[in-house]
């Protein structure tokens, strides 16, 4: 007997001993539902060249040649990626909107004996939720962690986690270091497969508890931060930290080593810096990233341009700050001890 399900909750999910996604690699890799594993029926080829056929010549052909590749596929997934799989196997399938392609598999997996489950609507089931709550109301107490460049923010997230503080690294949703040397060297997700880990986090989330964010700007590289989050972060209170401008070049050097390590992308970030710095600067700062002087580099950003910068911003900004935390540098101990100042105003502040 087929089942049909709309819950996505994390308790719905925890139901099945596995998500499949039956749409072809691209469609999964631009958004899926976290922890989904990718069993095409079509893979992209195919699905562009059933599709040709279809519009271009006959829709019973496109259909006939259509169902024999989907056949031959799901039965390149029994033999492989489901071959171990027993009796009491518990898949919920879906695909873009519950339609043929899903149906292909359930009907296959239901004749094969697993209770299988088909998601009703789609992979747009999920997309329609995560929308509700990263573009509706506001539903989070947020606390932003603020401070100069290189003053140790991300680095006090996952100690914070120890100290039982709630945190949200957007960061590492965005796969970027929110900076104009933030790449990764890996592509960044997808703007909807950053919202759906994001929603994901938020799931996971006591409501009635305070979360810790890094302070961002809108975006994250090319990433944008969902309307309902950036609203939050515009009314939370901040906790600052600060630490001398060398003591920040020095981690900040650690921190991105990779960039530095390559002297062709830091040239080019360079070139992006905002037109008020001279050209002559610029070509300072180049030299120095040339002769692999790479804390120089750090400080020279930090003074002349992420400091005045922070400023500017900080004095537009109207937010009540909850306490200030200030390190002697940004070494182990003092972001442990940072760590463990921040998590007591956090949870002795009444936000």
């Given at each position: 007997?087929?089942?049909?399900?709309?819950?996505?909750?994390?308790?719905?999910?925890?139901?099945?001993?596995?998500?499949?996604?039956?749409?072809?690699?691209?469609?999964?890799?631009?958004?899926?539902?976290?922890?989904?594993?990718?069993?095409?029926?079509?893979?992209?080829?195919?699905?562009?060249?059933?599709?040709?056929?279809?519009?271009?010549?006959?829709?019973?052909?496109?259909?006939?040649?259509?169902?024999?590749?989907?056949?031959?596929?799901?039965?390149?997934?029994?033999?492989?990626?489901?071959?171990?799989?027993d009796g009491s196997f518990r898949p919920l399938v879906h695909c873009w909107r519950g339609g043929q392609r899903s149906g292909a598999?359930?009907?296959?997996?239901?004749?094969?004996?697993?209770?299988?489950?088909?998601?009703?609507?789609?992979?747009?089931?999920?997309?329609?939720?995560?929308?509700?709550?990263?573009?509706?109301?506001?539903?989070?107490?947020?606390?932003?962690?603020?401070?100069?460049?290189?003053?140790?923010?991300?680095?006090?997230l996952p100690r914070l986690v120890d100290r039982g503080v709630q945190i949200l690294d957007l960061e590492g949703f965005a796969g970027?270091?929110?900076?104009?040397?933030?790449?990764?060297?890996?592509?960044?997700?997808?703007?909807?497969?950053?919202?759906?880990?994001?929603?994901?986090?938020?799931?996971?989330?006591?409501?009635?508890?305070?979360?810790?964010?890094?302070?961002?700007?809108?975006?994250?590289?090319?990433?944008?931060?969902?309307?309902?989050?950036?609203?939050?972060?515009?009314?939370?209170?901040?906790?600052?930290?600060?630490?001398?401008?060398?003591?920040?070049?020095?981690?900040?050097?650690?921190?991105?080593?990779?960039?530095?390590?390559?002297?062709?992308?830091?040239?080019?970030?360079?070139?992006?810096?905002?037109?008020h710095h001279s050209r002559e600067t610029v070509a300072g700062w180049k030299a120095l990233a040339r002769d692999g002087r790479s804390?120089?580099?750090?400080?020279?950003?930090?003074?002349?341009?992420?400091?005045?910068?922070?400023?500017?911003?900080?004095?537009?900004?109207?937010?009540?700050?909850?306490?200030?935390?200030?390190?002697?540098?940004?070494?182990?101990?003092?972001?442990?001890?940072?760590?463990?100042?921040?998590?007591?105003?956090?949870?002795?502040?009444?936000?």
């Amino acid at each position: 007997m087929i089942r049909r399900t709309t819950d996505l909750s994390p308790g719905g999910r925890a139901g099945f001993d596995a998500i499949i996604d039956v749409r072809s690699p691209s469609e999964f890799a631009e958004d899926h539902i976290p922890g989904a594993i990718n069993l095409p029926v079509l893979d992209d080829a195919e699905r562009a060249e059933i599709g040709t056929l279809y519009v271009q010549q006959s829709k019973f052909l496109a259909r006939r040649i259509g169902a024999a590749k989907v056949a031959r596929n799901i039965a390149a997934h029994l033999d492989g990626a489901l071959k171990h799989r027993d009796g009491s196997f518990r898949p919920l399938v879906h695909c873009w909107r519950g339609g043929q392609r899903s149906g292909a598999m359930v009907a296959v997996m239901d004749q094969i004996g697993w209770p299988v489950t088909v998601l009703d609507g789609g992979y747009m089931t999920w997309r329609r939720q995560v929308q509700a709550a990263l573009y509706g109301e506001p539903a989070l107490s947020v606390v932003l962690l603020d401070g100069g460049t290189g003053s140790g923010k991300t680095a006090l997230l996952p100690r914070l986690v120890d100290r039982g503080v709630q945190i949200l690294d957007l960061e590492g949703f965005a796969g970027h270091r929110g900076s104009l040397f933030g790449a990764t060297g890996r592509p960044q997700p997808s703007q909807k497969l950053f919202e759906s880990r994001l929603f994901e986090a938020l799931e996971r989330l006591d409501p009635a508890r305070p979360v810790v964010l890094e302070a961002e700007s809108s975006r994250i590289g090319a990433r944008t931060i969902p309307p309902a989050l950036w609203f939050a972060m515009g009314r939370a209170s901040v906790i600052e930290l600060s630490a001398p401008v060398e003591a920040r070049a020095a981690f900040s050097a650690r921190v991105y080593a990779d960039i530095a390590a390559d002297v062709g992308a830091l040239e080019t970030a360079l070139g992006r810096l905002p037109p008020h710095h001279s050209r002559e600067t610029v070509a300072g700062w180049k030299a120095l990233a040339r002769d692999g002087r790479s804390a120089e580099l750090a400080a020279a950003l930090i003074a002349d341009h992420y400091d005045p910068a922070y400023r500017r911003m900080s004095a537009r900004r109207d937010r009540p700050v909850i306490g200030r935390v200030e390190m002697a540098d940004v070494s182990e101990t003092e972001l442990d001890r940072a760590a463990h100042a921040v998590a007591a105003l956090i949870l002795t502040s009444p936000l």
